[in-house]
């Protein structure tokens, strides 16, 4: 009984006492040829939460005489049981003299204090020459070009044939949309001069021509009478055109002042005499009536009306299905060159990485 005891009181003693700190290296391969590479890994088993410090190589320095140290690279860090950790790091090394090595204990540091691991064996083999038939021997070969492999340029084929295709539906639809008749809808802009402007324009013409003075009287009121209907139209937007002379006056009324509206009633009035009633009017009398026109304009006019119009043309429903069809037109083309462009620029690219 006392020794179960003393037995139990040991094994509780032990689980509490501080985890050991253990270093183990191991290299892969174990023989190698002169010039070929070997891998040693140093392992560090301790608690979580040390730190561990392993020792460091400058390139090409010698491990050991004759074994030289080309990289190091750290490894994983594997969580183990009883919050221990296993930290590694691996060396790349090499030996250029045929021999067996002695690969002495590697020491890592664990918190300020120094740890060993086991000594290793390296065996560096030499390549067998036959001296006695030097003839056999032959320079180095030169770069090889790969083989055509049809798999590495499959993918880059069949593009090339998409890219082929989608360029032949671009010139198509691009001779499509060139031989139809091309549908555009512009907005035309006109200038228009001010109603008062084109009025005093008409008058200087009918001036020039002598026609108040000429025997033509009748020409002489109706082309009078058309330039007043005619400002009246685009100064007041009455259909002065369509009216007759008294409904041109009711008109007016609602306008302007009665006096004006006397002087108009008189010149109608005797414009309709003398188209009509082969009334023949005095000089004066013409004089009167022109002047009359030209006051009349003079005190209406307005010089903040738009001069400019903006006229948009109506398609019919042929043109407008026209219009649509081209501009699906453009569409597919543009999509279909920038796709083609694509294409070509990818294949490109792949061809130049399978050539280097």
Request: hydrophobic share 40%; glycine share 4%; proline share 4%.
């Amino acid at each position: 009984m006392r020794s179960f005891c003393l037995s139990i009181i040991l094994a509780c003693l032990t689980l509490t006492l501080p985890a050991q700190v253990s270093v183990e290296t191991k290299i892969d391969p174990v023989e190698l040829f002169i010039g070929e590479q070997a891998h040693l890994t140093l392992s560090v088993t301790m608690k979580k939460g040390q730190q561990a410090q392993f020792p460091d190589y400058q390139y090409t320095q010698p491990l050991t005489p004759g074994v030289e140290v080309l990289e190091m690279k750290d490894g994983d860090t594997l969580h183990l049981d009883n919050d221990m950790v296993k930290v590694s790091r691996q060396y790349t090394i090499t030996s250029f003299d045929d021999t067996l090595y002695y690969l002495p204990p590697m020491k890592v540091k664990v918190d300020g204090k120094e740890y060993e691991s086991k000594n290793l064996a390296l065996k560096v083999l030499t390549i067998e020459v036959d001296t006695l038939h030097p003839n056999q021997f032959f320079p180095p070969k030169g770069v090889q070009n790969n083989p055509f492999q049809w798999s590495d340029w499959s993918l880059l084929f069949w593009l090339s044939v998409l890219m082929v295709l989608l360029t032949a539906l671009v010139y198509y639809l691009y001779i499509r949309l060139r031989d139809n008749k091309p549908v555009i809808s512009r907005i035309r802009i006109i200038r228009h001069l001010l109603p008062h402007q084109k009025a005093m324009m008409t008058i200087q013409r009918i001036k020039s021509d002598n026609i108040e003075i000429s025997g033509d009287q009748k020409e002489f009121y109706t082309r009078l009478t058309d330039t007043l209907r005619t400002y009246l139209e685009e100064r007041f937007g009455i259909q002065a055109m369509e009216m007759t002379s008294g409904e041109i006056i009711e008109q007016l009324k609602q306008e302007e002042d009665q006096t004006k509206i006397a002087e108009l009633r008189e010149l109608l009035e005797t414009a309709d005499l003398v188209k009509f009633a082969k009334h023949s009017a005095m000089l004066n009398e013409r004089d009167r009536n022109l002047a009359s026109v030209v006051e009349f304009i003079e005190t209406t006019k307005r010089e903040d009306m738009p001069t400019i119009e903006k006229i948009q043309p109506q398609l019919t429903d042929s043109e407008k299905r026209t219009k649509r069809s081209r501009i699906i037109l453009i569409t597919l083309i543009t999509v279909g060159g920038l796709a083609a462009l694509g294409l070509l620029a990818y294949v490109l690219w792949q061809v130049s990485l399978l050539l280097i």
